[in-house]
């Protein structure tokens, strides 16, 4: 246990993190069991040593963080280490990588009802289904979700500002004051593309090539998380990868599934659990009409962000598609997003209609649709155009 209080230490007191994640304070942290997803690479590690020294002393015995691919782990139960942890008077258990521990929502629904002044904060894989495939913590786990970077968190990290988020509703009522007082402090179109390119997740901090980062990245995605908890068998991964590239190729895609299952070698059904496997570990997002959803056929499959585009696709990048990309994957947070016609038109909250428009394309403009565009300030004389990085600051 000294081993492990004296690891959380060194953590805590060397971690770096220059920009402090909206979803600290959306927690209810009182909550005493409460899961975080997300992508690999995208800060689960960090966010929980975040909240170690946010909330606690370093070197105080109330908080500790474990790593369960401790190899001691092969012999001891976590129900073990959290009964002496607990008997110590610890109060918060941070627990990561918890989904390559067995029994880990038999061991976790244990410690809920034996160690009950005892709050557990654990990490898990995007593509794991917490409440719906776990009965055991299923209707006592809180779970969250941690996002990769927005555009505002990345503005905030390259500027050093404090920009606050605002809500959609609020982007549709004062866009105009909003982009004026962030226009004011910063030019939000320097930072842009360069966000689109590499900004959406946290290790373009290291001093690595971030795009040999991210397919390395989402390769371990595909054969760990996705083959590891959807239990495949690894002969499948192959057909797997051949599917996100196609519809990487084709992006926004529209899905054929009968001749994606030509492609790849496989039967529909397969091909659509495949699909919401690819969605569930964030490497795509599937566009619904209104009121339509999985197992139903999608409108449109995107790469969850365009930090992916680029990367699947390095010669050539259409931009539409880019900034499509974009503004559905920032959208996803709290809004109901929904493919209108075969158009390329995203309904929001079953109220707005947007297309995702170019300027010069101003003479198409209707005045039944909201036009997000590349432009750095709202137009004054088109009142439906709103520009598209004002999308990036919804978290």
Known sequence: MEAFYRTHKYL????????????????????????????????????????????????????????????????????????????AGGKVLLIDQIFKYPNWSRELRYCYDHYTNLR???????????KEENHEVGDIVAPYYLRGFSFREYLNLKTGLDLQPFSFDMLMRDRHLIARDICD???????????????????????RNYSENLLKMMNMTLEVDVLYIRQIEQRYLPKLRRLLYLISQNEPCTLNISQLSKDIGTSRATVMNYLKYLKDARMITLLYPRGEEFPQKPV??????????HVMNRQTQDERTVNEAFFFNQLLKDNRVNAYDRHNSFLVNDRYLFRVSYPEARWKVSPDFYYAVDEVEPPLDEPNCIPLWMFGFLY
Request: glycine residues 8%; negative net charge; hydrophobic residues 40%.
């Open 300 to 309: 449109y499959a995107y790469l969850y962000n365009p930090n992916l585009l």
């Open 185 to 207: 402090q910063v030019n939000p179109g320097e930072y842009f593309h360069d966000y689109l390119h590499h900004g959406f997740y946290p290790f373009f901090l290291e001093k």
């Open 120 to 130: 557990i904060v654990f990490t898990g894989s995007s593509v794991m289904r917490i």
């Open 12 to 87: 805590v007191t060397h971690l770096g993190t220059p920009v402090r994640r909206g979803l600290m304070d959306e927690v209810d942290w009182s909550q005493r069991l409460i899961g975080i997803k997300g992508c690999r690479e995208i800060g689960k590690t960090t966010f929980l040593l975040s909240y170690a020294r946010e909330y606690f002393a370093p070197d105080g015995r109330e908080c500790l963080y474990v790593n369960l691919n401790n190899f001691i782990f092969t012999e001891r139960t976590l129900t073990d280490f959290a009964g002496e942890f607990y008997a």
